[in-house]
């Protein structure tokens, strides 16, 4: 048995040590439920601007999802493009989903843009504007930018999601580096003691 005290002691338990930091850093994936308590639906007149509001104090990444939680007999969520959405206009979307408990990957960087599927309610603010990234966001005029700097006190994440899996390998060059050392330094100290 090793002896704590010894230098190949302490070079090894480095080496497990760097090893976990490595896995450590690894982002995690959020499943943000859309408007958190207030969900889906049409914004109240106490808080007409609710999805500008969330969106502000959210920020995504690649990998995240948003959870549209509302009635299915009564509502839906379809993605649409930015002038599509300016005009709440509910043609040709992007993608429609209308099961009531609707989750959307976000897969790469950019804009996106979300409505209700049911007229009418887009022209009474049921729209979502959310900016993945260092993407330059166009908001309208009663958008983020025009909100206070507070942020609501209740919890927004719900927990991580599996990634999809991937065709291309997912280690990083510090990762397999860190795993070749490991691997070299664990054979030359059991081959020691």
Not at 9 to 16: I, K, M, V
Not at 169 to 174: I, K, N, R, V
């Amino acid at each position: 048995m090793a002896n704590p005290r010894s230098p190949r002691f302490h070079l090894l338990f480095a080496f497990q040590l760097l090893l976990l930091l490595q896995l450590q850093t690894k982002s995690f994936c959020h499943q943000y439920k859309v408007g958190d308590l207030d969900g889906w639906g049409i914004p109240t007149s106490a808080n007409p601007l609710v999805y500008a509001k969330w969106s502000k104090y959210h920020t995504f990444a690649i990998g995240d999802s948003l959870l549209f939680l509302y009635p299915p007999s009564q509502d839906s969520v379809i993605q649409v493009t930015a002038q599509s959405y300016d005009s709440c206009n509910l043609k040709d979307p992007i993608l429609y989903m209308n099961n009531g408990n609707s989750l959307f990957n976000i897969t790469k960087e950019g804009n996106f843009y979300f409505t209700s599927g049911e007229p009418g309610h887009c022209q009474k603010k049921q729209k979502l504007h959310i900016t993945v990234g260092n993407v330059s966001a166009e908001s309208p005029a009663y958008g983020p930018s025009a909100l206070p700097d507070f942020a609501p006190s209740y919890p927004t994440v719900f927990g991580s999601i599996p990634q999809p899996p991937s065709s291309s390998p997912s280690l990083s060059f510090s990762g397999i580096l860190t795993a070749v050392i490991g691997s070299a330094a664990c054979a030359i100290l059991s081959g020691i003691m």
